[in-house]
């Protein structure tokens, strides 16, 4: 059975930024632990408005707006959540969550296991990600690598609208401490997706088989998933059948799905827009190297962004991957007739 | 009259433990209670007729250079531009204060102190137009690059001014941060650092009321931003920040302690953000107009120019002067701001390392290969070959 469409109905599309909103609210509804602090979250109700209305609906005490210190607003959340609270932080933008990697790494993380489990975090850490919004210096910084070589955190990115909802549920209800990364520039992408029809809700750690193929996987996640999209809808002219594998969480990793898929195909290539060099790709192109090693045509490829620091909007079109180059990294999977 | 015990002054069994001895005396260090002011005062009749002129004539322009690089933003010619409007005196009393051996070190709002310090009108909206990070070369005039993670500018200038007088140079820097940006933890060990080594640094913040939406009573609880100095063991002084020749009196004066070897000092300028945080900000989600209203009739500008026409340094001619020197920069910027810069993408593998890395290399030919197969109309170089 089929949910009716959203213009079947009349409806209008959601965006993206509506759907974290209303997973935020629905949150804070259900549970009177979970509590938003950041910058500019309450009055405002951020940057990009992910928290408009709350601070109305719920109070001050439960929508801070806190000093401008982001050590300061994770610090803050540690001890909130040592006493049974449950924060969900937002940092404005992705370089700007800097100051809060000390907290991050030497206690977010490592909580849990340094008190043998008797100290859990269950902290969300919201961050803008990414570029393409034509952001100036320090604004469009995909920081996913630093989050993801730190064990104990939970790195989880969305790509679509019903995604976002489903996820930050989970993330929010998770018991260890989730780094959600919220692709700034899907943003205000829009999709049938109605706050008022039952929501999924999403497990972390599966990913998802956004179009099926046969002649290669393209695996990617967050900001990069339209992109991989277009390049398969162009890729049919070129005779291949391209598989889009959205990850969705990076840690937990979907090995299953992910080496499913490219045993079927037999070649891959991981895209992403953060810088390739020790960058997610890296490693999802290891383990699917060694999971995969005897079913693989052609060796695991990576469209990734320069290994240059983010460029100015000006030129940042040369830096992210476009379909072109993902469709040259795909000719060069060894094809046989080519 | 009720005398209280102090700990330590009597023979009371309450004595020092031991090695205790008192430190820095707090009293000499304590701001004063309300901010300083010069203009309507009586001491106002002993300013410098030139520094008051020249002080107007470079307020009248960046306020000019507010509304250009507005209307900039508008054109789409922009991405984005944090007017300064209502904090011309803080910005450009201060730059002019400097010496020139000595460095400013900007927070991202600062375009105006940049300009009055030397840096070029188009150059320092080359962050903002998005060409490039930083358009003018530091050296120079001496200005780090407009900073835009907040407050991690505060330890450079410590160290830059620290290095400067271990080499037996004269040089001060000048730091500039915002309200909201006190809050950060560069700004705590800044602070600190510059009062222990007694470095020849000038904190300055521009208290505009505001950080995006945050107002003052959520930002700090300390009397005020000036009273933190004394926590670290350096002066500080409250001034009244529209006001620009106490702003630029308060500066010479802490910018000669600390060429002297006095150290430190932390001022705070009292002041107001009379625009939104940027033109893509929505300020009536957060505040009342009224409160703008009262701030715009203690306009830095409206004050000076009250100052200069009652001591007859002005007259209408003097402003039309300014206003037209002031409208000269503002048209050849805008000439400037609507012709293209030519771009190379190439330049993003120019300067990441002192020598380009294999790796880079190799990034470079790809790119150059796609900007080539890209003006040959080719949708993606090179895949037939391959
Ligand atoms: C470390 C850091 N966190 C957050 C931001 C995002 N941000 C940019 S401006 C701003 C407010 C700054 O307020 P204030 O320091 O008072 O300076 P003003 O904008 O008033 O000049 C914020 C939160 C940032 N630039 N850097």
């Known amino acids: 059975m089929t949910a009716p469409s959203a213009t079947s109905i009349g409806r209008k599309p959601s965006t993206m930024a509506q759907a974290l909103s209303r997973a935020l609210r629905d949150a804070m509804a259900a549970d009177p632990a979970v509590h938003v602090l950041g910058e500019d979250v309450g009055t405002l109700g951020g940057v990009f408005r992910i928290t408009d209305g709350l601070a109305k609906e719920f109070g001050a005490d439960r929508v801070t707006d806190t000093p401008l210190a982001e050590a300061g607003i994770l610090g803050t959340a540690v001890g909130m959540a040592m006493y049974g609270l449950r924060p969900v932080v937002e940092m404005q933008f992705d370089a700007f969550a800097y100051p809060s990697l000390e907290q991050l790494i030497s206690h977010v993380a490592r909580m849990r296991n340094r008190t043998r489990g ?221 | 009259m009720a005398v209280l015990e102090q700990p330590g002054t009597t023979d009371h069994p309450n004595t020092p433990p031991p090695d205790w001895h008192p430190r820095t005396d707090p009293d000499p260090l304590l701001p004063e209670r309300a901010p300083y002011r010069v203009l309507g005062t009586p001491t106002a009749s002993r300013l410098d007729p030139a520094l008051l002129r020249r002080l107007y004539a470079e307020l009248v322009r960046g306020r000019r250079y507010n509304r250009q690089a507005t209307a900039l933003t508008q054109q789409g010619r922009l991405a984005v531009y944090p007017s300064s409007t209502g904090q011309e005196a803080c910005q450009i009393a201060a730059a002019l204060a400097l010496d020139p051996q000595d460095w400013l070190f900007p927070s991202y709002r600062d375009t105006l102190a940049v300009v009055a310090r030397g840096v070029e009108p188009l150059e320092a909206l080359t962050l903002l137009r998005g060409d490039w990070h930083n358009g003018y070369d530091p050296h120079i005039h001496r200005v780090a690059p407009l900073c835009t993670p907040l407050a991690t500018q505060l330890p450079h200038a410590v160290g830059l001014a620290h290095a400067a007088r271990l080499k037996g140079d004269d040089t001060v820097a000048l730091a500039l941060v915002g309200d909201g940006g006190t809050s950060e933890g560069d700004f705590h060990e800044a602070l600190n650092f510059a009062a222990v080594w007694q470095a020849p640094v000038v904190f300055l913040v521009q208290n505009n009321g505001f950080a995006i939406s945050v107002p003052l009573e959520k930002q700090s609880a300390a009397p005020s931003f000036a009273h933190k100095a004394v926590g670290y063991g350096m ?146 170089p090179e895949s037939q070959e391959r």
């Open chain 2, 235 to 380: 002066p500080g002084r409250l001034v009244d920040g529209n006001d620009a020749p106490a702003v630029y009196e308060v500066l010479i004066e802490a910018l000669r302690r600390a060429r002297s070897g006095g150290g430190p000092t932390l001022i705070e300028a009292v002041t107001y953000r009379i625009d939104a945080h940027t033109n893509a900000d929505d300020a009536t989600r957060y505040r009342e107009q009224a409160e703008v209203e009262r701030w715009r009739a203690h306009d830095p500008i409206a004050l000076l120019e009250r100052e200069l026409r009652d001591r007859t340094l002005i007259d209408d001619e003097g402003i039309r002067e300014a206003e037209a020197a002031a409208e000269a920069m503002a048209a050849k910027l805008r000439d400037e701001m609507n012709t293209d810069p030519v771009l190379d993408p190439m330049e993003l593998f120019e300067h990441v390392y002192a020598e380009r890395t294999t790796q880079l290399a190799e990034q470079a030919a790809q790119l150059s290969a796609e900007l080539d197969a890209e003006e040959e109309g080719s949708p993606y």
């Open chain 1, 118 to 338: 008797a100290l859990p975090l269950p902290i969300t850490i919201r961050v803008p990600y990414g570029g393409g919004i034509g952001g100036v210096e320090h604004h469009s910084d995909s920081s996913e690598a630093y989050y993801l070589h730190t064990p104990g955190l939970h790195v989880v990115t969305p790509a679509t609208v019903a995604d976002a909802y489903g996820l930050l549920h989970s993330a929010i209800a998770s018991d260890d401490p989730v780094v959600f990364l919220e692709p700034k520039r899907l943003y205000w992408s829009k999709a049938d997706w109605s706050a008022d029809a039952p929501q999924e809700v999403l497990p972390l750690g599966r990913a998802a088989v956004r179009r099926t193929g046969s002649s290669a996987t393209l695996i990617t996640y967050g900001p990069s998933l339209p992109v991989c999209l277009e390049a398969a809808e162009l890729a049919v002219a070129e005779g291949w059948d391209l598989e889009v594998v959205d990850l969705r969480s990076l840690m937990p990793f979907d090995d299953e799905t992910v080496c499913t898929s490219v045993r079927r195909t037999g070649r891959a290539v991981v895209v992403h827009e953060s810088s390739g060099f020790g960058g997610a790709g890296a490693e999802i192109a290891a383990r699917v190297t060694e999971r995969c090693f005897h079913h693989l045509e052609a060796p695991v490829l990576r469209v990734a962004g320069f290994d240059i620091p983010y460029p100015p909007p000006m030129l940042e079109r040369h830096h992210l991957p476009s379909a072109d180059r993902i469709l040259d990294t795909v000719a060069r999977l060894q094809w046989e007739e080519n």
